[in-house]
Every structure is written in structure tokens, then in C-alpha cells.
């Protein structure tokens, strides 16, 4: 066994807003890869005239997922939920 010391990091100060607006730089690259994986996603399905059962469109699915959470959190007898 190692009985070297080991160096510990001081605790960060100040707010937790300041500290992540301080590493938002380093979320830019990835919200840029996922935005443009998206858009290009969104637009392959229909230039390559794929079948909308085999891989549908991001917008689509975040439709499907929008009205359906929102017909979950309706309660039982409102007109949201009566189909």
C-alpha cells in the first residue's frame, strides 16, 4: 500500500448558478451535435421516403409524447380524455 498524501480539491464557493454558467461554454458543442443529428434526422426521413412504422420523424414522436402526457396528467372526466 501507498502512503502518499493525497491532494484534495477546495470546495468550489459561490452560487450554483454562477458555477453553471460558468461551464454553459462546455455544453455548446454537445447541443450543437444534437440539434444537427435532429434536423438531420427530421429531413432524411423524408428525402429518403422512409415508411413512418420503420423510423419516424422527431417531430412525431415528441407530438405523440406531448399529447399523451398531457392527456395522462387530464383528469378522468374532463373532455381532454373522453375520445
Known amino acids: 500500500m501507498s502512503t502518499a498524501p493525497v491532494v484534495v480539491q477546495p470546495v468550489p464557493r459561490g452560487t450554483l448558478a454562477g458555477r453553471v454558467g460558468k461551464r454553459m ?3 455548446v458543442p454537445a447541443l450543437v451535435v444534437l440539434v444537427v443529428v435532429l434536423v438531420v434526422w427530421q429531413e432524411s426521413i423524408e428525402i429518403l421516403h422512409i415508411k413512418k412504422f420503420l423510423a419516424p420523424q422527431p417531430t412525431a414522436i415528441a407530438s ?8 395522462c396528467s387530464a383528469p378522468a372526466g ?3 380524455r373522453r375520445r
Open 25 to 27: 461554454v462546455d455544453w
Open 64 to 71: 405523440t409524447f406531448w399529447q399523451t402526457a398531457t392527456n
Open 78 to 80: 374532463s373532455p381532454s
